[in-house]
Structure formats: C-alpha cells, structure tokens
C-alpha cells in the first residue's frame, strides 16, 4: 500500500521530506557491509511465545528442568527465532518495501547458542548482485548475514537470496510547444 502523503508538498516552513524505506537494487553496493542497529535483546518471552506459536514441543527451548540437566544447563533460543532476528534486523536498511521475494536460504548455520537475554547484532555483505534476466525493473540480491552476541560472538550466518525492486523511473518529461 503507497502512503498517500509520500509525495505530498512539505508544509509551510518545514524542510524537505524523507520516508523510510530500504535500499533499492541500484543503490545496493556489491561488496559492501551493511551494520544494522539497534541490536536485540532476547527475552524467555520471545522463546516461548516463538517455540510455542510454531508448534515446536521441543524441551531444551520450553522445559528449564529438562533443560538444565543438558550440556548447555538451561534452555536454549529456538534457532528458527534467531535466524528470523538475523534477517529481521536487516530490513528496515535494507529491503522495507523494496524487497519482492525471498528467493531461497543456504549455508544456515548457529556456530554458538542464543541464550535468553543476550543482545543480538546483524551485518550484511552484498555478496552478489545481477539484473534479473526475466523480469524487467528489477534484480536479484545475494546478502550474506552474520549475527554476533553482546560478547561478539557469531550466533548465527546464513545467505539469503532475494528478488529486489529497481528505484523508480523518474517521471517522462513533459513536451514543450
């Protein structure tokens, strides 16, 4: 849905307007590190309300009893919950309202656990980027996600493959007599 006072004139005396919005495929640069703030700090809410909700009955994330007498001793963070973060983080730089598909996910990985309170932070290189070769106005995006802890430990990585939008061509100029 277009937001009807994006192009709407300023009112009297205020400066120029800008709307938040992610990067569109030309102005994403191959190579570069996008870091991503403010981090998050994940609750036993988040876990249980995110385990439960997908129907995950799995106990080292719902049974701190059971969970405590694992290796790890105490419940971990659903790692579909981090991987969702991961990608979460991103958007509001990245693709919020340029973004058209997720296209597929590869190279997943959790090298560490998500614990209850820990703050997580994302990157994300511009692996790769190519003009899509059947649809016209836009492209396709290769990021490359990392996620550390407070301690900078990485949490989480994955590569994520998108259908992204090109910026939008400007208005034709209008004929002169």
Do not use: C
Not at 19 to 47: C, I, K, W
Not at 102 to 121: E, I
């Amino acid at each position: 849905m277009t937001d009807p006072t994006a192009d709407a004139p300023p009112a009297a005396g205020a400066g120029r307007r800008i709307v938040q919005r992610g990067l569109y495929f030309d102005e994403l640069e191959e190579g570069a590190v996008y870091v991503h703030s403010p981090g998050r700090t994940v609750t036993e809410a988040d876990n249980v309300l995110f385990t439960t909700l997908t129907m995950n009955s799995q106990s080292l994330h719902l049974d701190a009893a059971w969970a405590e007498e694992t290796e790890f001793g105490d419940r971990l963070v659903n790692s579909m919950f981090t991987l969702s973060t991961l990608v979460g983080l991103s958007v509001g730089q990245l693709t919020q309202g340029t973004i058209i598909a997720n296209l597929g996910f590869r190279d997943v990985a959790f090298p560490a656990p998500v614990r209850h309170g820990d703050t997580l932070y994302a990157e994300t290189l511009i692996a790769a980027k190519r003009v899509s070769q059947s649809r016209p106005r836009q492209g396709i995006v290769d990021f490359a996600h990392t996620m550390r802890n407070q301690h900078g430990t990485v949490v989480a990585t994955a590569r994520r493959s998108t259908l992204m939008r090109m910026s939008p061509e400007p208005p034709a100029a209008e004929a002169g007599p």
